[in-house]
């Protein structure tokens, strides 16, 4: 199980943009196109992460916000982060049985 969460950027990235985040950081990243929630009109580029490597959600999070300090004119109007497991789910642990017992 990974960490789920979305970065907006506030434009569409360029190829070259797209290989600089994923040498940053952003390998994990699914990169698509989509727009401005506050503005349809406005194309950009939107990051879904499930990252599987970071301890927590916030080293995720902040991983990715770091990489995006790599392209120069990216911000990040646009953070979606869905609801998450508070913690793994635990396996009940196994009862023993005497030897001969049934």
Known sequence: MGYNFSLVLNREITDSESETLKQSGCSQAAFTTDSLPTDASVPVTRLDFDD?????????????????????DITVPGLTVPAQPAEPAQQPEPVATAAGAE
């Not at 301890?55 to 995720?60: E, V």
Request: negative net charge; glycine residues 0%.
């Open 52 to 72: 599987t490597i970071s301890p927590t959600l916030a080293a995720a999070i902040e991983a990715a916000l770091e990489a995006v300090k790599n392209v120069p």
